[in-house]
Nanobody, 117 residues
Framework: QVQVVESGGGLVQPGGSLRLSCAVS????????MAWYRQAPGKRRELVAR???????DYLDSVKGRFTISRDNAKNTAYLQMNSLKPEDTAVYYC???????????WGQGTQVSVSS
């Protein structure tokens, strides 16, 4: 029964930056592959970025070169650095295991990212 708490969202202008944090409970964090997901109004939740326990990463094509996923195992935390933000990045951002639907933890409340002038 792992809990996740997302934070760091906010309102920024196009071209701005945010860093999201995902704090994960328990003592097995270093073994988990982690991911960030987002859900815009009227849209299905989509995978944005993932990082394996060994540090390998991959990204949604539309965020490549702008977003960076990372992790700090000593802090039980995953991060998403978001640069050059665009209005279409507006969504609620969630973290969870980088896994199929059968293996996700219970979803947290997410953190709102709004990109607007």
């Amino acid at each position: 029964q792992v809990q996740v708490v997302e934070s760091g969202g906010g309102l920024v202008q196009p071209g701005g930056s945010l860093r999201l944090s995902c704090a994960v409970s328990g003592n097995m964090f270093s073994t988990y592959h982690m991911a960030w997901y987002r859900q815009a109004p009227g849209k299905r939740r989509e995978l944005v970025a993932r990082i394996t326990s060994g540090g390998n990463t991959d990204y949604l094509d539309s965020v490549k070169g702008r977003f960076t996923i990372s992790r700090d195992n000593a802090k039980n935390t995953a991060y998403l650095q978001m640069n050059s933000l665009k209005p279409e990045d507006t969504a609620v951002y969630y973290c969870n295991r980088a896994a199929g639907s059968n293996n996700w933890w219970r979803w947290g409340q997410g953190t709102q990212v709004s990109v607007s002038s």
